[in-house]
């Protein structure tokens, strides 16, 4: 099942014991995709990312290179000819991203 996933679904990822992650590692049958800028958010946000998730810089690198294992990412000239239609679905213009990668996928969005 291809599923498309948020900058909040790959945030709690870096907690050992969380649920999303136990989800990931223990449904390899899922396809996971998210827009490229979603990768900068979490590097915009490591501090934070670190300081919520009790782990340090080595860690955050490492468990961010073992959830691009997991999760494709989708450049955004993939996404071009979806952003107009996901402007309209989109109910928050912040979303239109996820929307297109959905559209452009023909997949499940979880936001």
Same mark, same amino acid.
């Given at each position: ?21 136990? &989800?990931? =590692?223990?449904?390899? $049958? !899922?396809?996971?995709?998210?827009? *490229?800028?979603?990768?900068? #958010? +979490? ?16 860690? &955050?690198? =490492?468990?961010?290179? $073992? !959830?691009?294992?997991?999760?494709? *990412?989708?450049?955004?000239? #993939? +996404? ?32």
């Amino acid at each position: 099942m291809k599923l498309i996933v948020d900058a909040n679904v790959l945030f709690s990822f870096f907690k050992k014991d969380s649920f999303t992650r136990n &989800f990931i =590692l223990s449904h390899p $049958e !899922l396809e996971l995709f998210t827009p *490229v800028y979603v990768f900068e #958010e +979490l590097d915009k946000h490591k501090d934070e990312v670190k300081s919520k998730s009790g782990i340090n810089d080595k860690i &955050f690198e =490492l468990t961010k290179q $073992e !959830l691009q294992i997991y999760v494709t *990412v989708l450049k955004l000239n #993939e +996404l071009r000819n979806f952003w107009e239609e996901a402007g309209q679905v989109s109910p928050d213009p912040d979303d239109s991203p996820y929307f297109a990668a959905a559209l452009a996928l023909n997949c499940v969005l979880s936001i």
